[in-house]
Structure formats: C-alpha cells, structure tokens
C-alpha cells in the first residue's frame, strides 16, 4: 500500500522519527571522511554523507555542513587552514568512520579515538586517511549560508586525487564497487554495492548498450 | 599502485575523461528521475544524480542544475510553476531513466519518449512517476548561481512524500533497498546494493550496536 505524508503530518512527527524518514528521502548517499586541522594543528576527522559533485572542470566539491553539529569543528578548521581532505569510506573502515560522529571534546582527535591514521602530502595542509583508498585534496573556495535552516554548503576545488591504478577503467571512470566503497541511506546504513551496468550516452531514438569495464591496468591487489 | 592526479594533471586531460574521473570522485550518488511542467503545461522528466538532503525540519531537497544542458528544461519549468517532483530510481526503470538524458526538443516529453507515466495529485502542480515507489512533492524555495562554475542550486521543501509503507521501519527509516532504489557512480554506472548493517548512535566510549530492521507493517509485495 502506497502511503502519502504531507507537509502538516511532518510537522507533527516526533523529531528523530522525522529526522530518520527525511534523511532517506534524497536516495542512497556517498560516504566521506573529512579530514582537517586546526591552526594550532590539532586533527579532526567526520564522516560526512553529503558529499556532491559540483563540477569537472574545474573540479569542484560541495559538502552540507549543519549548525550546531559535531561538524562545526570541521567547518570551523576548512574556515581558519582554507584546506580539507574528503576520503571515500570502504567496507573496511565504515564502523570507523560512523565512530567519528560521536561528540568528542574538541581537544581529541577523532583519528585517535576512532582508530584511524592521519596521512600528510606535499600541498595539501589537512590530513587524509590512510586506511582510505580514494582520496581528495581540497582547497576550500567559497562558503554559502542557507537561510532557510542554518545549514552551510562548503565549495571546494580538488587539487588532489589518490587512488589505486587497478580501479580505473579506460574512459576515465572510476570503479568505486572495486575499490570497497560504501553507499549510504538514511541517517546510519552501510550498503555495499552490486553494479548491474554502465549505460553508453544517451541520444533520441538510439538504443542504450552496457558499457563493458576496460581497465588500464591489470587487476591485482591494490592494498 | 597508488595513482596521484593533481590539479595540473586534471587540467591537461580529455574532457570526456576528465568528466568521467571526476564525476566518480564523490562517492555513490543518489538517482532521481525530476518531474516538471512548462506554464502552458508540457510535461519534462530528467534525471539527475546530484540531489541531496539539505535539512528535516523543515524538509529540504537540493539540486545541482549544470548550465547548457538538457536539465535546463528542468530549471525553467520549476521557475515558471514554483513545483516540482523528485522521484526515486528504482531497478525496473533505470533504462528509461537513463534514457530521459538523451537532448530532446523542448516539445517532445521524456515521459513519452522515454515510456514512463506522469501522475498527478492534488496540490503538487508537477507530474510524477507513476513507476516509482518513493516519490516526493516539492515546492521551490531558493536558487543559488555559483559564480565558481555557473551551476545553479536549486533549494525546495519537500510538501509530499509517497513511498510503499511496507518499506518503513519502526523508527522512521525507509529502506530504500527493500523499495528497489539503485545508487549510481561516475556519469552512467547502475547499481543495486546490499546493507551491510545500520549503525547506533556514535558516543565517545560507547561500542557501536547493530540497528536490527523492524517494519511497521508486514512485509508483501508493494507494487
């Protein structure tokens, strides 16, 4: 049975029955750690699900940050070092990565507390995650303030990639199934992924065709 | 092997490529087939893999508009109407979905082209997908043109939410995977997915727990 929810009924939901319901309404999500450093160095690490695409050329990233959150500190670091790392969550290291949301004291690193390693690259001032296989350094370009409900949307462009050679394919693409990493739903699932196909570009009246994987390298083990 | 790309490297690359790699860098993205309707009442369907939650109370859905593209159809019916529809990708339509990208004239419907129905309900002046399980309503609230890129965000308050209430959980979550719903990766790649766990709530010292599935209603078939 189809059931309809309005916008009175959600108004009259308890709040984190509400807040479970809306957070799965937008699809499954991508999953992030995102890594900062404070201007007297102190590291800090949160998973973010709000990661999205903005643009190819230049390459460029948003991220959702909400008020009054744990996410503050990260906010409050891109805002003071102007840099970030985002590093893709993996079968691996996902009970890790949703540790971080907890509220630690702002002197402890979620690195520390979480069982993660903070990784340091020429040009990029934020640690990555070593345990992360595909990695990006960010340089934080433009804040906007929603008026609407106090959420921040953070823009960044990506001056760095890190990834394992064996999971990109010929065009470019990058296969994330290969790599381990997970999508998200709603506030707090883990999904592994199955892909079915990739779809060749879309014209009018021309009929679709999979797009077979073609890797550039060999695949092997790539940890 | 660890690969490294930076921004200089990025910038010399194919675009097509560049396009693929860097549309793969996010993560999973949620898939969603968006309904809208012209002032003198053609019906448009794209899909977009770039909305995201912004906010539960009240619940807001953002959208990544690119410039010069068929999804400006999409960006002018919702600033003509003020509404549109946001309406989940499942895997029984991901090919017409995929298909509504193709450019076709502004007086040609995807809906038909594409071999999918639009629905009307009262008080949402947008069609929906009939074929889809989990579908929103939604009213336009604010646009935002990113300098950076030309991209348009496009903010709006979800006013109705249909989804099959077999797929709702005791304490508000859907389960998206239950409904059908794929996540997609890069530009064109479908996946279905397969929850590893949900998560407690992370508390500093406190071992995380599994969140076992518990339905409000029995579980059948929802079609």
Do not use: W
């Not at 590093?87 to 949301?101: S, W």
């Not at 903070?118 to 345990?131: H, L």
């Not at 739903?185 to 999904?191: F, I, M, N, T």
């Amino acid at each position: 049975m189809e059931k309809v929810i309005d916008n009175h009924d959600l108004a009259a939901l308890d709040q984190r029955f509400r807040a479970a319901l809306v957070n799965s309404l937008s699809g499954f999500k991508s999953l992030n750690l995102v890594g900062t450093r404070s201007a007297t160095g102190a590291t800090n690490l949160a998973i973010f699900n709000s990661v999205f695409h903005l643009g190819a050329h230049p390459a460029l990233a948003g991220l959702v940050v909400r008020p009054d959150s744990v996410e503050r500190h990260t906010l409050d670091n891109i805002l003071a070092t102007r840099f970030y790392t985002i590093n893709q969550v993996h079968h691996g290291i996902y009970r890790q990565a949703h540790q971080t949301a907890a509220r630690y004291a702002r002197d402890v690193s979620e690195f520390d507390a979480c069982g993660l390693t903070p990784e340091y690259r020429a040009g990029i001032a934020a640690p990555f995650v070593k345990e992360s296989y595909v990695r990006l350094g960010v340089e934080f370009k433009q804040r906007i303030d929603i008026g609407l409900n106090g959420t921040v949307l953070v823009l960044g462009q990506i001056l760095q990639i890190h990834f394992p050679e064996q999971c990109q394919c010929a065009d470019g693409y990058l296969d994330l199934e290969k790599a381990g990493t997970l999508a998200g739903s709603g506030l707090d699932s883990y999904h592994r992924t199955q892909r079915i196909e990739r779809l060749s570009y879309a014209k009018p009246g021309v009929p679709l065709q999979e797009v077979l994987p073609e890797y550039l390298v060999e695949p092997g083990n790539f940890t």
